[in-house]
């Protein structure tokens, strides 16, 4: 597996990472527990060291069993959390007071059985605390051992730039990919400018762009997908073009759509660290194929024309959690 450096942090990271979320929360039921063991387990097997979780996944749940599988192996991964919702679920609104912070990592500590968090995320801006503060307490918790790293999640251009004038942020966490390219406009430049990484979370655009899902594809009650208005049928149906744009590219260079997707995510930049998630052993050994496809010049030039002709539909967020992000 390739390595990469997120930013100039010197938070060296296997060149994919995974994202632990849908084994616990988001995606439908989580997954038995000796699944969720297995898939981690095969992960750090196959060269990936970088581990994304959060006390809001479950709650709790995902960090307990994160923490469960890595605690022998702590020296081999980087493990990275958030902090940033009140009483730890993202249903309960913000809450990234100076107090609950300290609360949080040492709530996030005991359950990933560690005694320090490699990378620390603010999951989202809270309105109410000035970004100051927060990255005030976390310089704190870095100066006392507890944090290694300080990061953000969906921060805009200028949260960004004040938090990292108080304390280096290593690592910016946001979705990117083939089909929420809202990040190249003003975040990419910043984070190229000030040294920072970047962690696209839904690279796959939660599973759209492997080409697994169709309209008439049926999400279990508690998906998440279900209120996201760019999986309504008619969005799906209109955004099947670029599945097939990838579909045609993967079949020159013998991969799959998820392969040049990721592959893609990886041209941009060295220091872009994807983060996908699975709950199947075959779709983490195909996203970690990703890692070894080179895309030429031209391959990255076609499907810059071809992509520019294919127009995405639908909101990637309802309207309420869209208005928590970019702030």
């Known amino acids: ?3 990469r450096n ?15 979320m849908g084994l616990s929360f988001g995606y439908g039921p989580a997954v038995e527990k000796q699944q969720g063991i297995f898939l981690i387990r095969a992960a750090v097997e196959r060269g990936i ?9 479950g709650p709790f749940a995902n960090e307990e069993l994160v923490g469960e599988v890595l605690a022998p192996l702590r020296d081999k991964v980087v493990i990275a959390t958030k902090f940033g919702f009140k009483d730890g679920n993202s249903t309960h609104g913000l809450d990234s007071r100076p107090e609950r912070i300290k609360e949080v990592a040492e709530a996030s500590l005991k359950r990933l059985r560690t005694d320090r968090i490699d990378l620390f995320y603010q999951h989202r801006v809270d309105p109410n605390v000035p970004i100051e503060d927060v990255a005030g307490i976390v310089k704190e918790l870095v100066a006392q051992g507890k944090v290694k790293h300080f990061g953000l999640s969906e921060a805009g251009a200028q949260t960004i730039r004040r938090a990292h004038a ?38 796959l655009g939660k599973g759209f762009l492997t080409g697994a899902i169709s309209a008439s594809t049926q999400f279990t009650s508690n998906d998440f997908r279900n209120i996201v208005p760019r999986f309504a049928p008619e969005a799906r149906k209109a955004n099947q073009a670029l599945v097939d744009l990838l579909g045609g590219i993967a079949k020159r260079k013998k991969a799959t759509p998820a392969q040049i997707a990721l592959a ?54 309802p309207e309420k959690l869209a208005q928590m992000v970019g702030r």
């Not at 990886?266 to 998630?277: D, F, N, S, T, Y």
């Not at 970690?288 to 294919?310: F, N, S, Y």
């Open 1 to 3: 597996m390739q390595k």
């Open 6 to 20: 997120l930013g100039k942090g010197n938070l060296e990271v296997s060149a994919l990472g995974l994202g632990c």
């Open 49 to 57: 060291t970088f581990f994304d979780t959060a006390e809001a996944y």
């Open 166 to 203: 108080v304390h280096p942020v290593t690592a910016l966490q946001s979705e990117y990919s083939l089909w929420w390219r809202e990040p190249e406009k003003e975040i990419l430049p910043l984070l190229e400018e000030l040294g920072i990484g970047f962690v696209p979370f839904s690279p």
């Open 264 to 317: 893609w995510l990886l041209a941009q930049k060295p220091w872009i660290v994807p983060i996908p998630g699975t709950t199947k052993l075959h779709r983490l050994e195909e996203n970690i194929g990703a890692v070894a496809i080179e895309l030429t010049a031209d391959d990255l030039r076609d499907i810059e024309i071809a992509a520019a002709k294919i127009t995405v539909k639908g909101a990637r967020y």
